[in-house]
């Protein structure tokens, strides 16, 4: 086929047109491709903000609510769950492990979490990762405070520092827990996570805080109870506000909801934290489509560009179909070759943007992860990225009908008569 | 006998419903007989060529080329035509500037497998090399020069080798020479009427300049064969 090897001559002799054609394809495609990868990165990553965990349970309430005020702390629970049921289902022959979470405090704008060694054995994110830490270790005594990446970061915490909690939940609060300060043990590596932003302390340290506290208010005088006091008395807490469930078995994980949803005693909602996440996702994840759309519109301006190239260049090549007409170019052949030059610059263009994308991911995927939690897998491109790269190709070579069309028409008048 | 070359009768063309541009009785040119045509510019003649390579339509009448009657040819099998017993030669702007000279001329034989079959055992660009050194083309290195840098004579020597590789039984020359300066167009001419000779090609010779035509056989004016009432004469 000589038409395939005039239309790559042809683009070789305007090489330095058609390499900036292909430029702009190839970084309008690496655009719409690095978005569409990092929108399922991040998919994944907030669909699995809480992976190891079979089940989610806190006071009953709606599905999305228990998960924006226990996992995302936004909001607030109304009602907390009575330590006893806690130890009733943590000791259950089917569940594996629990780890509780009790919410309440904060520390300068940054939410405290009171729970226990469980949470840094089993919590998984992103998949199968566990938290890990750049500094220090887990809470061993009572004001220990293990902090997320985000909080120390902000905050320019050291492991040694001693920090001050607050009662409630405002930034700025008027109810110091000035008399137990606590001491960082340890940071948490950056997960993009919810666990980024919270302060870590044990069950039994949240219980001590507020041990000589009465309706939101501290006691004074003789009623006070020291930090060196409160050590020795028994720091059981009332209730959480929520608590995860690692099941034995996967297969239990229905009865188990259905018998926690049933419980007579107390009313309480277990969730599958997959599904909820899944639920939410379909609410935040607007954005991330408005940002693929607009990488599309990137790539429509690619493609005109080449569009606008080609059919620039028509008019000199006008004597140029004469010619070929001459020596027993078909009209048709004459139409294939633009198509030919569109499609070749397209394919050329989008396979520069595979190579650029790859080449970005390779480059950034540790900052991405360092700074925003976002782990995108470096994988071959999934059968719905190779769509949309057909997709592109196919808009291009409909793109080249335009260019062709007009040079047919043109081919068909001019005949064997070489227009100047 | 053998059919003539170009044998047209009754033949009528105009464009759409406008009135009739060209009106042929009969136009007979034998094989291997060189004719000189010329005519002013409006006259009819790029419509003449038009017609005889296939890309117009006549109104009325027929047109045998070699035997073929090129106006009953559906449109691919006209081009096809074309491509397998004609050769051209534009005035300018003959050559395609991002092949390279060995590729324009081979050019033809790209389209036309029965053409590129007449070369025989010959390698197509073997052939190039001589068809050019035959036009005097023939110095050493000059075949890697890019066409866009070649003077106006080269580049219609150029074309007058891919008009005649492959041996097409017709040479149509469209003012070949017009843009070409005086001992340009002596030297080209020699060389050319030399390499049709010998290959025994039919050149129709389309120019204003009569001053060319004592070089061929026969010298028409369109004027004196179109009939037609608008005609420019």
Same mark, same amino acid.
């Given at each position: 086929?000589?038409?395939?090897?005039l239309?790559?001559?042809?683009?070789?002799?305007?090489?330095?047109?058609?390499?900036?054609?292909v430029?702009?394809?190839?970084?309008?495609?690496?655009?719409?491709?690095?978005?569409?990868?990092?929108?399922?990165?991040?998919?994944?990553?907030?669909?699995?903000?809480?992976?190891?965990?079979?089940?989610?349970?806190?006071?009953?309430?709606?599905?999305?609510?228990?998960?924006?005020?226990?996992?995302?702390?936004?909001?607030?629970?109304?009602?907390?769950?009575?330590?006893?049921?806690?130890?009733?289902?943590?000791?259950?022959?089917?569940?594996?492990?629990?780890?509780p979470?009790?919410?309440?405090?904060?520390?300068?704008?940054?939410? @405290? &979490? $009171?729970? /226990?060694?469980n949470?840094? %054995? +089993? #919590? *998984?994110?992103?998949?199968?990762?566990? =938290?890990?830490?750049?500094?220090?270790?887990?809470?061993?005594?009572?004001?220990?405070? @293990? &902090? $997320?990446? /985000?909080?120390?970061?902000? %905050? +320019? #915490? *050291?492991?040694?520092?001693?920090?001050? =909690?607050?009662?409630?939940?405002?930034?700025?609060?008027?109810?110091?827990?000035?008399?137990?300060?606590?001491?960082?043990?340890?940071?948490?590596?950056?997960?993009?996570?919810?666990?980024?932003?919270?302060?870590?302390?044990?069950?039994a340290?949240?219980?001590?805080?507020?041990?000589?506290?009465?309706?939101?208010?501290?006691?004074?005088?003789?009623?006070?109870?020291?930090?060196?006091?409160?050590?020795?008395?028994?720091?059981?807490?009332?209730?959480?506000?929520?608590?995860?469930?690692?099941?034995?078995?996967?297969?239990?994980?229905?009865?188990?909801?259905?018998?926690?949803n049933?419980?007579?005693?107390?009313?309480?909602?277990?969730?599958?934290?997959?599904?909820?996440?899944d639920?939410?996702?379909?609410?935040?994840?607007?954005?991330?489509?408005?940002?693929?759309?607009?990488?599309?519109?990137?790539?429509?301006?690619?493609?005109?560009?080449?569009?606008?190239?080609?059919?620039?260049?028509?008019?000199?090549?006008?004597?140029?179909?004469?010619?070929?007409?001459?020596?027993?170019?078909?009209?048709?052949?004459?139409?294939?070759?633009l198509?030919?030059?569109?499609?070749?610059?397209?394919?050329?263009?989008?396979?520069?943007?595979?190579?650029?994308?790859?080449?970005?991911?390779?480059?950034?995927?540790?900052?991405?992860?360092?700074?925003?939690g976002?782990?995108?897998?470096?994988?071959?491109?999934?059968?719905?990225?190779?769509?949309?790269?057909?997709?592109?190709?196919?808009?291009?070579?409909?793109?080249?009908?335009?260019?062709?069309?007009?040079?047919?028409?043109?081919?068909l008048?001019?005949?064997?008569?070489?227009?100047? | 006998?053998?059919?003539?070359?170009?044998?047209?009768?009754?033949?009528?063309?105009?464009?759409?419903?406008?009135?009739?541009?060209?009106?042929?009785?009969?136009?007979?040119?034998?094989?291997?007989?060189?004719?000189?045509?010329?005519?002013?510019?409006?006259?009819?003649?790029?419509?003449?060529?038009?017609?005889?390579?296939?890309?117009?339509?006549?109104?009325?009448?027929?047109?045998?080329?070699?035997?073929?009657?090129?106006?009953?040819?559906?449109?691919?099998?006209?081009?096809?035509f074309?491509?397998?017993?004609?050769?051209?030669i534009?005035?300018?702007?003959?050559?395609?500037?991002?092949?390279?000279?060995?590729?324009?001329?081979?050019?033809?034989?790209?389209?036309s497998?029965?053409?590129?079959?007449?070369?025989?055992?010959?390698?197509?660009?073997?052939?190039?090399?001589?068809?050019?050194?035959?036009?005097?083309?023939?110095?050493?290195?000059?075949?890697?020069?890019?066409?866009?840098?070649?003077?106006?004579?080269?580049?219609?020597?150029?074309?007058?080798?891919?008009?005649?590789?492959?041996?097409?039984?017709?040479?149509?020359?469209?003012?070949?020479?017009?843009?070409?300066?005086?001992?340009?167009?002596?030297?080209?001419?020699?060389?050319?009427?030399?390499?049709?000779?010998?290959?025994?090609?039919?050149?129709?010779?389309?120019?204003?300049?009569?001053?060319l035509?004592?070089?061929?056989?026969?010298?028409?004016?369109?004027?004196?064969?179109?009939s037609?009432?608008?005609?420019?004469?």
């Amino acid at each position: 086929m000589p038409i395939l090897r005039l239309a790559l001559r042809s683009l070789w002799n305007r090489r330095v047109t058609a390499t900036l054609t292909v430029a702009a394809i190839a970084t309008s495609v690496a655009l719409l491709l690095s978005v569409q990868m990092l929108r399922s990165a991040a998919r994944e990553g907030f669909t699995q903000t809480l992976s190891g965990a079979d089940l989610l349970v806190g006071a009953r309430t709606g599905p999305l609510n228990l998960l924006l005020y226990s996992i995302f702390r936004i909001g607030d629970a109304t009602t907390n769950v009575s330590w006893a049921t806690y130890l009733k289902i943590a000791h259950h022959r089917d569940v594996d492990w629990t780890i509780p979470i009790s919410l309440g405090d904060t520390h300068r704008g940054f939410r @405290v &979490l $009171g729970t /226990d060694g469980n949470y840094f %054995l +089993h #919590y *998984r994110f992103a998949g199968t990762q566990s =938290l890990t830490f750049t500094a220090g270790g887990p809470f061993k005594t009572l004001y220990d405070a @293990v &902090l $997320g990446s /985000d909080v120390a970061r902000t %905050l +320019h #915490y *050291r492991v040694g520092d001693e920090i001050t =909690l607050s009662h409630g939940l405002g930034a700025v609060s008027f109810a110091e827990h000035k008399d137990k300060p606590f001491k960082v043990v340890g940071i948490l590596a950056k997960t993009g996570t919810p666990v980024d932003n919270t302060v870590h302390v044990s069950l039994a340290g949240i219980s001590a805080m507020h041990i000589d506290w009465r309706s939101g208010i501290q006691a004074t005088g003789k009623y006070r109870i020291s930090a060196e006091e409160a050590r020795s008395k028994d720091l059981t807490p009332d209730s959480i506000t929520a608590f995860l469930v690692g099941m034995r078995s996967k297969v239990m994980t229905f009865t188990m909801q259905r018998a926690i949803n049933d419980y007579r005693e107390e009313p309480l909602l277990a969730v599958l934290p997959g599904v909820v996440l899944d639920q939410m996702w379909s609410l935040v994840g607007i954005a991330d489509t408005s940002l693929m759309i607009v990488a599309a519109f990137v790539v429509l301006a690619g493609l005109l560009g080449m569009l606008t190239s080609i059919l620039t260049s028509l008019n000199e090549r006008r004597r140029e179909m004469a010619v070929l007409r001459s020596v027993g170019a078909r009209p048709h052949h004459v139409f294939t070759l633009l198509v030919t030059e569109a499609a070749s610059l397209a394919l050329i263009g989008i396979l520069g943007g595979v190579c650029l994308t790859y080449l970005l991911l390779i480059g950034g995927r540790s900052v991405l992860a360092q700074k925003f939690g976002i782990y995108v897998p470096i994988t071959v491109l999934s059968p719905y990225d190779v769509a949309i790269l057909v997709g592109v190709l196919a808009a291009a070579v409909l793109m080249g009908f335009v260019p062709a069309a007009q040079a047919y028409r043109r081919t068909l008048s001019d005949g064997l008569q070489i227009r100047v | 006998m053998p059919e003539p070359a170009i044998d047209i009768t009754g033949l009528e063309f105009a464009w759409g419903r406008s009135p009739t541009l060209l009106q042929i009785a009969q136009l007979r040119i034998e094989r291997g007989e060189r004719v000189f045509l010329t005519g002013a510019s409006g006259s009819g003649k790029s419509t003449l060529l038009g017609l005889i390579g296939g890309v117009l339509l006549p109104r009325r009448g027929t047109l045998r080329l070699m035997g073929s009657t090129v106006n009953a040819l559906r449109a691919g099998e006209r081009d096809q035509f074309r491509g397998e017993h004609l050769g051209f030669i534009f005035q300018m702007f003959n050559l395609i500037p991002y092949l390279t000279i060995i590729e324009n001329v081979i050019l033809p034989l790209q389209f036309s497998p029965a053409r590129a079959g007449r070369l025989g055992s010959t390698a197509a660009e073997d052939e190039a090399v001589r068809l050019l050194v035959a036009l005097g083309l023939g110095a050493s290195g000059f075949l890697n020069r890019p066409v866009i840098e070649l003077s106006m004579g080269q580049q219609q020597r150029v074309a007058a080798a891919r008009a005649l590789i492959g041996r097409p039984q017709v040479l149509i020359a469209d003012e070949p020479t017009s843009s070409l300066d005086a001992d340009a167009r002596q030297d080209f001419l020699r060389l050319l009427m030399n390499e049709c000779q010998e290959s025994g090609t039919t050149v129709l010779f389309v120019s204003h300049d009569r001053s060319l035509s004592s070089l061929f056989d026969r010298s028409l004016a369109l004027a004196d064969i179109n009939s037609a009432p608008l005609a420019v004469h």
